[in-house]
């Protein structure tokens, strides 16, 4: 699904820039896919079910460089070995900014093998 996001690039932050509302983040939502907001509105999120723990370790290489790339990085989560969860917040703010959008676009046009 291409979106405006997929399009900008993550600006550096090291704090002072402002963090988006609940009402923003929830707009900036709706263009993209299988990302939810978090109940305290400070994050956002998304999980797979990938094929195996191979799959699981190669998306994780593939985020990892993207998101050194953009300069801008998520939280990586393995649980029983292929339930991956991605948690994005800008942790310079302590809350969600337009950099964990841009990222959640990114991420979502990496291939990953889902559980058939």
């Known amino acids: ?3 405006a996001w997929q399009h900008k690039k993550c600006r550096p932050c090291e704090g002072g820039i402002p963090a988006f509302t609940r009402d ?10 299988g990302w ?3 109940e305290d509105g400070r994050a956002i999120q998304k999980a ?5 723990f191979a799959e699981a370790i190669r ?6 460089e993207l998101a050194e790339a953009e300069d801008h990085h998520p939280d990586l989560h393995l649980e029983k070995y292929r ?11 302590g809350e969600l900014s337009e950099n964990d959008f841009i990222l959640a676009a990114k991420i979502d046009e990496i291939p990953v ?3 058939g």
Do not use: P, Y
């Not at 991956?84 to 942790?91: A, E, F, K, P, Y």
């Open 36 to 38: 939810t907001l978090r």
């Open 48 to 52: 797979w079910l990938v094929r195996d």
């Open 24 to 33: 923003q983040a929830e707009r900036a939502l709706a263009d993209l896919s």
């Open 59 to 64: 998306f994780f290489q593939a985020v990892g």
């Open 113 to 115: 093998a889902l559980k």
């Open 1 to 3: 699904m291409e979106n």
């Open 83 to 93: 339930q991956v969860t991605i948690v994005l917040r800008t942790h310079a703010v």
